[in-house]
């Protein structure tokens, strides 16, 4: 069966990557430039943030590469801005731009953590739900209810509240991140609960499920062999969608002094820090995260619509 | 096999007896509180004492929600029992306490679906879907001998072997059906459950697949238990055959003489609405009525208000079963006609 031949060998490595170049999904990516180009900024801005440490110009982190008589100074292009600062310093004479590449790091890192958090708590829950039925579907439904009746924001306000309320002052910077990871992750899984309960209560009752619980497949081997495959693709496009509200609820949080120790540049810290500046002038702090914000965000959302599109068989 | 649990020649592969399976069907709680209501509860299977000799088809008819699917799923285990009991091969089957000895006797009743759309998992390639049951139940076996399995089952039911590497929606309703055997076959059963293998098919392809059941039968010894509403595929496999209306067996017999020779006035009115090639110019009165609900089925024999031959007693009692030979009718009428011929 197996053929010896290089070149045979090679073609048949390769069958997959050909399968996926054809695949509808791929067609339609290639056909859909706004995708196209999301994806490139997505990825540029990702890659730039996790080799932050080799592509800034400067360290923030390091005090002695920073001097108190390069502080605001304004971007490159603008009267009395220096070819070393780009996009100008802030008022301890960081460079923005290194900040805003190291804030971006953060910030994603914290949205894709929280979205993890929140598609293997939603996904999970929702799962059991639609599996198991009965009281556990009515309690875990009814919760999520009640999640859903609370802003995002508040959640996040109460769970960072209750933790600092907990742990010693002295531990605050550290647990900050995993809390922050924690609630705006909490504030995502419900969307992912209810899809997925949805779909594996469709699927449950499919002869396919059956013929598996017939076999002799033990019940959770049926649901996560059988169902939850099934439940995947609505799945990556709220996760998605839900990376651009993951980011945005960080910059919101951060900004509120609730999120990541303004010690460490997130772009919600970045922003906040540079606005109180703003009406003296140093528009520069706060306008490059806020923008970068921005494009980040839209990009995101336009992949996730795109996705929502394609993996819809209905539009097909 | 081992020689100990040697039943005796006489004694039926399955046996069913007083199975009920009863389905609460009431609003929830909160509705039943505010909104009135009552509890209301769905009889689907109600009563049926049944036999199925070793190596032998027994075929199920009747309309729509009369409970031949309910009592398929019921031998098969994907139900709990609410009264009653099913002994396979000796042994009680109702009680499901997950362990080795109940998967292992588990194994040796598979079932077929009607739907071959909807019975193979569409993410999964036809090699994994038919090793599925021989991954569970024999887990010692290599990659290379499942393999092997699969391309000898995948023959036995006339397919490719290069079938095994393709996903299920490469393939006709047909083939699909047939995938569908092999994956009950690898679990090396003795017992088919077929809920309506044919129904969803074009009937061309239904002879082939009933064909195949019947070689299936006799190289392998197999013993079927097959749900159908259409009569013909059912007098082309059946050695006998239960007739039931609203979740009771009316009647049951040896398939040839229930075709020729009904007793129960639903059997003959079921075979009456059949068209006959042979009779073109035959008179076939319909059943009079609709089919009650199961909610709320008529009092007595649940066949009285539709029947032509209903009696006083019929609206009250519950006919018991009459044997007739191997088999047995349900029916006052027919019984007071036995006493007084």
């Given at each position: 069966?197996?053929?010896?031949?290089?070149?045979?060998?090679?073609?048949?490595?390769?069958?997959?990557?050909?399968?996926?170049?054809?695949?509808?999904?791929?067609?339609?990516?290639?056909?859909?430039?706004?995708?196209?180009?999301s994806?490139?900024?997505v990825?540029?801005?990702?890659?730039?943030?996790?080799?932050?440490?080799?592509?800034?110009?400067?360290?923030?982190?390091?005090?002695?590469?920073?001097?108190?008589?390069?502080?605001?100074?304004?971007?490159?292009?603008?009267?009395?801005?220096?070819?070393?600062?780009?996009?100008?310093?802030?008022?301890?004479?960081?460079?923005?731009?290194?900040?805003?590449?190291?804030?971006?790091?953060?910030?994603?890192?914290?949205g894709?953590?929280?979205v993890?958090?929140?598609?293997?708590?939603?996904?999970?829950?929702?799962?059991?739900?639609?599996?198991?039925?009965?009281?556990?579907?009515?309690?875990?439904?009814?919760?999520?209810?009640?999640?859903?009746?609370?802003?995002?924001?508040?959640?996040?306000?109460?769970?960072?509240?209750?933790?600092?309320?907990?742990?010693?002052?002295?531990?605050?910077?550290?647990?900050?991140?995993?809390?922050?990871?924690?609630?705006?992750?909490?504030?995502g899984?419900?969307?992912?609960?209810?899809?997925?309960?949805?779909?594996?209560?469709?699927?449950?009752?499919?002869?396919?499920?059956?013929?598996?619980?017939?076999?002799?497949?033990?019940?959770?081997?049926?649901?996560?062999?059988?169902?939850?495959?099934?439940?995947?693709?609505?799945?990556?496009?709220?996760a998605t969608i839900n990376l651009a509200t993951a980011i945005l609820l960080e910059a919101?949080?951060?900004?509120?002094?609730?999120?990541?120790?303004?010690?460490?540049?997130?772009?919600?810290?970045?922003?906040?820090?540079?606005?109180?500046?703003?009406?003296?002038?140093?528009?520069?702090?706060?306008?490059?995260?806020?923008?970068?914000l921005v494009?980040l965000v839209l990009a995101v959302n336009l992949l996730g619509d795109?996705?929502?599109?394609?993996?819809?068989?209905?539009?097909? | 096999?081992?020689?100990?649990?040697?039943?005796?020649?006489?004694?039926?592969?399955?046996?069913?007896?007083?199975?009920?399976?009863?389905?609460?069907?009431?609003?929830?709680?909160?509705?039943?509180?505010?909104?009135?209501?009552?509890?209301?509860?769905?009889?689907?299977?109600?009563?049926?004492?049944?036999?199925?000799?070793?190596?032998?088809?027994?075929?199920?008819?009747?309309?729509?929600?009369?409970?031949?699917?309910?009592?398929?799923?019921?031998?098969?285990?994907?139900?709990?029992?609410?009264?009653?009991?099913?002994?396979?091969?000796?042994?009680?089957?109702?009680?499901?306490?997950?362990?080795?000895?109940?998967?292992?006797?588990?194994?040796?009743?598979?079932?077929?679906?009607?739907?071959?759309?909807?019975?193979?998992?569409?993410?999964?390639?036809?090699?994994?879907?038919?090793?599925?049951?021989?991954?569970?139940?024999?887990?010692?076996?290599?990659?290379?001998?499942?393999?092997?399995?699969?391309?000898?089952?995948?023959?036995?039911?006339?397919?490719?072997?290069?079938?095994?590497?393709?996903?299920?929606?490469?393939?006709?309703?047909?083939?699909?059906?047939?995938?569908?055997?092999?994956?009950?076959?690898?679990?090396?059963?003795?017992?088919?459950?077929?809920?309506?293998?044919?129904?969803?098919?074009?009937?061309?392809?239904?002879?082939?697949?009933?064909?195949?059941?019947?070689?299936?039968?006799?190289?392998?010894?197999?013993?079927?238990?097959?749900?159908?509403?259409?009569?013909?595929?059912?007098?082309?496999?059946?050695?006998?055959?239960?007739?039931?209306?609203?979740?009771?067996?009316?009647?049951?017999?040896?398939?040839?003489?229930?075709?020729?020779?009904?007793?129960?006035?639903?059997?003959?009115?079921?075979?009456?609405?059949?068209?006959?090639?042979?009779?073109?110019?035959?008179?076939?009165?319909?059943?009079?009525?609709?089919?009650?609900?199961?909610?709320?089925?008529?009092?007595?024999?649940?066949?009285?208000?539709?029947?032509?031959?209903?009696?006083?007693?019929?609206?009250?009692?519950?006919?018991?079963?009459?044997?007739?030979?191997?088999?047995?009718?349900?029916?006052?009428?027919?019984?007071?006609?036995?006493?007084?011929?």
């Amino acid at each position: 069966m197996t053929s010896q031949h290089p070149a045979g060998q090679a073609r048949r490595l390769l069958r997959p990557v050909a399968r996926l170049w054809q695949s509808d999904l791929v067609w339609s990516f290639r056909n859909t430039p706004y995708a196209v180009v999301s994806l490139a900024l997505v990825l540029a801005i990702a890659v730039t943030a996790l080799c932050a440490h080799w592509v800034a110009p400067h360290d923030p982190f390091d005090l002695a590469s920073f001097n108190i008589l390069d502080s605001e100074l304004p971007p490159a292009w603008v009267e009395g801005g220096s070819p070393e600062f780009i996009l100008g310093t802030d008022t301890q004479g960081r460079d923005v731009l290194s900040l805003i590449i190291y804030g971006a790091r953060l910030s994603l890192l914290v949205g894709l953590a929280s979205v993890v958090f929140g598609l293997v708590l939603g996904v999970g829950l929702g799962l059991l739900s639609g599996y198991v039925g009965g009281w556990v579907d009515a309690l875990v439904m009814r919760t999520a209810d009640v999640k859903l009746s609370f802003p995002a924001i508040l959640v996040a306000l109460l769970v960072n509240g209750v933790a600092r309320g907990f742990l010693p002052p002295e531990m605050h910077g550290q647990i900050a991140i995993p809390v922050l990871i924690f609630s705006i992750g909490m504030s995502g899984w419900v969307h992912y609960a209810r899809t997925v309960r949805g779909i594996v209560m469709v699927e449950r009752r499919k002869e396919y499920v059956l013929a598996a619980q017939i076999v002799g497949r033990k019940g959770w081997e049926v649901a996560l062999l059988h169902v939850l495959p099934n439940t995947m693709s609505p799945v990556t496009v709220i996760a998605t969608i839900n990376l651009a509200t993951a980011i945005l609820l960080e910059a919101t949080l951060s900004f509120l002094g609730v999120g990541v120790p303004p010690t460490e540049p997130s772009l919600g810290t970045l922003i906040k820090v540079g606005s109180e500046y703003m009406f003296s002038g140093i528009w520069w702090v706060t306008a490059f995260p806020s923008l970068l914000l921005v494009v980040l965000v839209l990009a995101v959302n336009l992949l996730g619509d795109w996705l929502r599109d394609a993996l819809n068989p209905n539009l097909q | 096999m081992s020689a100990d649990r040697q039943a005796p020649a006489e004694r039926p592969l399955l046996e069913m007896r007083d199975v009920a399976r009863f389905f609460d069907v009431s609003p929830p709680w909160y509705q039943r509180l505010f909104g009135g209501g009552s509890r209301r509860v769905l009889r689907a299977v109600d009563g049926v004492d049944l036999d199925l000799p070793r190596g032998r088809t027994l075929s199920l008819v009747g309309e729509s929600g009369c409970g031949k699917s309910t009592l398929a799923r019921l031998a098969v285990g994907l139900y709990p029992l609410s009264r009653g009991s099913i002994r396979f091969d000796g042994m009680e089957m109702s009680v499901r306490d997950g362990s080795f000895a109940e998967r292992r006797t588990r194994r040796r009743i598979q079932m077929i679906f009607q739907d071959p759309f909807a019975s193979l998992n569409p993410r999964w390639r036809v090699a994994r879907i038919i090793g599925e049951p021989i991954r569970v139940h024999e887990p010692g076996t290599g990659e290379a001998e499942r393999r092997s399995r699969v391309r000898e089952l995948l023959e036995m039911v006339g397919l490719d072997a290069d079938a095994a590497a393709r996903y299920p929606h490469q393939f006709s309703g047909g083939q699909r059906q047939r995938i569908s055997i092999a994956r009950a076959l690898a679990a090396r059963p003795d017992l088919l459950i077929c809920d309506e293998p044919t129904s969803a098919l074009d009937v061309s392809v239904q002879a082939q697949i009933l064909n195949l059941m019947r070689e299936l039968q006799e190289e392998l010894g197999l013993t079927y238990l097959f749900i159908s509403h259409d009569l013909s595929a059912v007098r082309f496999i059946s050695d006998y055959v239960g007739v039931m209306y609203l979740g009771r067996l009316v009647e049951w017999g040896e398939a040839e003489t229930l075709f020729r020779n009904p007793r129960h006035p639903y059997t003959r009115k079921l075979l009456e609405s059949v068209p006959n090639l042979a009779e073109p110019g035959r008179a076939r009165t319909p059943i009079a009525g609709e089919v009650p609900s199961p909610l709320s089925p008529p009092p007595g024999c649940h066949f009285n208000p539709r029947c032509p031959l209903a009696m006083a007693k019929c609206r009250t009692d519950t006919p018991g079963m009459v044997r007739t030979g191997p088999g047995g009718v349900r029916c006052f009428a027919v019984e007071e006609e036995t006493a007084t011929a």
